[in-house]
């Protein structure tokens, strides 16, 4: 049983397009985040959902919309991709401090 | 703002040669330190959590300790597959997401 899973794990699309990134966690956890990890592997936030609400949303252009449906599940939907949107994309979720990682996303502008 | 730097950003050992892996923080006031191993396409995979100055953890070859402005992650005869990306994060007493350094990416050599 996968705790944090993502799909999918590969997507290449062109530039103007829309497209959703989806996160699944099974661990009962009320946290779920999204990181972007940059060509040079740094990890940054992006958001942060506690129980359905946004908490915590850093300097993301509104093109990249998060929707959380119940405390499991938080997608990820971007407008109008560009080529610097290009990046591994990690969803992950915690409890009381323990953070587990999705495999995640790599996402490919061209 | 909180920031993790590490050091050195990449390392090669032979087998069986120990070295250790700094990890630099500023926070205002800490939760929690964290180490984490990232293996080529996949997820950050959780190694150590440390909460105060002083503390030290364990698992097989890795020993991680901390003080006010820094942790390390020691490694005691590495194998070559101890080869991965250890990434150094840190959670502010405010309970924000974990802020990442850009990580340690660590070569072993048979």
């Known amino acids: 049983d996968t705790a944090v899973s993502q799909t999918p794990k590969y997507l290449v699309t062109q530039m103007g397009n829309d497209k959703s990134i989806k996160c699944e966690q099974n661990?009962?956890?009320?946290?779920m985040y999204w990181y972007k990890q940059d060509s040079k592997k740094f990890l940054k936030i992006m958001f942060s959902?506690?129980?359905?609400?946004?908490?915590i949303n850093e300097t993301v252009p509104n093109r990249f919309s998060p929707k959380s449906p119940d405390k499991a599940h938080l997608n990820l939907h971007i407008n109008s991709l560009e080529l610097g949107d290009s990046a591994v994309y990690f969803c992950?979720?915690?409890?009381?401090?323990?953070?587990?990682f999705g495999s995640g996303t790599r996402l490919t502008v061209v | 703002e909180d920031q993790v730097t590490q050091s050195p950003e990449a390392l090669r050992l032979q087998e069986g040669e120990s070295s250790s892996l700094n990890c630099s923080y500023t926070?205002?006031?800490?939760?929690?330190l964290f180490w984490y191993r990232q293996d080529p396409g996949k997820g950050p995979e959780f190694l150590f959590t440390?909460?105060?100055a002083g503390e030290e953890k364990e698992k097989e070859r890795l020993k991680a300790t901390l003080t006010k402005k820094e942790s390390f992650l020691h490694i005691t005869a590495p194998k070559p597959e101890d080869s991965a990306t250890y990434l150094c994060?840190?959670?502010?007493?405010?309970?924000?997401?974990?802020?990442f350094g850009k990580g340690t990416r660590l070569s072993v050599i048979a």
């Open positions: 992950a979720s915690s409890q009381l401090g323990g953070y587990t």
């Open positions: 661990l009962g956890h009320d946290t």
């Open positions: 959902y506690n129980n359905k609400e946004l908490i």
């Open positions: 926070v205002s006031g800490l939760r929690g």
């Open positions: 440390l909460y105060s």
């Open positions: 994060a840190v959670q502010d007493s405010g309970n924000t997401p974990l802020v």
